[in-house]
């Protein structure tokens, strides 16, 4: 069976207000039937404690009796407890906001466990409610053949399209060559240069970085293809259209958007000391609302090379099937960790549901356009709903007005935060 792109279970309309009252009658029943074993397997795999939640004078453990997860009133010992108002709880269950995005605006309240409890427990609610399991012994990397994949397969345009479709499924990224002119790379380098002065900090559009000897760099430039042509070629060439098609597979894409953050210019100097430039495995999705998005994809074009020298994006392989937390991805990933070196022209594809990260540039400074390719709207989706804005950071686009206003805050702080989150 390929893998399909298409994860969304969850649309905006059905969105209510849910207190755990309700939530424990009407959905936790069926949700632990479905994925509670799943569950109680990725607690005992990641030696996960119980965790504890409470919202005003109530409190409810969730913890595994061996075989499922279940839930008492009450906290209990060891656990990990967190505190949430009505509004919190209500957009948790729903997948609106995970820990991962309240614990960056540092809106979480949280108490007797680590930072990596939290992040074990954000993958485990998903678990509990998307059944996307949070560890698979039984995951394997083939093609179409059935034969091993080779994980650091390069692909050109003259490779079979459903190679290229199926590996992007299968392993959860792709690295492209060939398909644009490294020639090309020169002249959108000049169009970041000509920008620049177009950019200023504060200005809702653009994200900031201090280096080592205290000035300020501009790191991102958002909404970059009004400025240029040169990306606006690309985009619109019968090259970037053949390859929207190659990666579309069978699943239905949306048109390229029009609007929004994306296409976005990213800028890696050298040693950055403060400020958000390179950042550590996250998925683009690991803020909230992959059950009404997921997956998209978003292509990285290399303006300049990538590599150990000069910063590289790094993949975690097959990690869209398997929901390895962040911190464990960061301190002992249990999945292959691919390096993508780049040429000028190339592109990667990651899915917004694959763990990545970028590796800090040591000797030469890196540039990359990141833009998103989204899945086509759902019929009675609604209008403006979804991420459409794709941009690398699988951006809010419509919908999820609780999720975007948190954005907003955590693009403030990340301004402040010590690189490398
Ligand atoms: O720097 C990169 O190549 C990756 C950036 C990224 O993952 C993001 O902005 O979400
Ligand atoms: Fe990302």
Known sequence: MPIRLDRRTRRDADLRHVDMESFLARDFPGLVSRHGPLVARGIASLQAPPLSIEIGDSSWSFSSDGATLVVSRGTVSGALVVTFDETEFSDWAQNQRSFNAMLTARE?????????????????????????????????????????????????????????????????YLHLR??????????????????????????GRSWWATLADGSRRCVRL?????????????????????????????????????????????????GVTVGASDVSFHRDCHFGRHAYNCSNMVTGIAVTGSGEANGQLRVIAGSHRVLMPVEI???????????????????????????????????????????GLSLAPRADDAAGAGDGDGDGDGGGGGGGQALAALRERISRILLDETSRT
């Open 108 to 172: 979480l309240r949280h108490r007797g466990g680590s930072i990596a409890d939290i992040s074990v427990w954000d993958s485990l609610w998903l678990t509990l409610l998307e059944g996307w399991p949070v560890v698979d012994d039984t995951i394997d990397f083939i093609d179409r053949h059935r034969a091993p994949l080779d994980l650091g397969r390069v692909f050109t345009p003259a490779d079979d399209p459903a190679d290229v479709a199926h590996f992007l499924r299968e392993a959860g």
């Open 178 to 203: 060939g398909w644009l002119d490294p020639a090309d790379m020169n002249e959108v380098s000049s169009d970041i240069d000509r920008a620049l002065p177009d950019y200023r900090e504060g200005d």
């Open 222 to 270: 958002q909404e970059f293809l009004a400025r240029s042509p040169a990306t606006s070629a690309i985009l619109r060439g019968e090259r970037w259209e053949q390859l929207r098609g190659v990666l579309a597979g069978d699943d239905l894409l949306g048109p390229p958007p029009v609007n929004g953050r994306g296409p976005e210019a990213l800028i890696k100097p050298i």
């Open 329 to 371: 991805a960061k301190s002992r990933p249990y999945l292959p960790v691919v390096a993508v070196p780049t040429e000028p022209g190339d592109v990667t594809v990651h899915l917004t549901c694959t763990l990545h990260e970028s590796t800090p540039p040591l000797v030469e400074e890196r540039r990359v356009i990141y833009t």
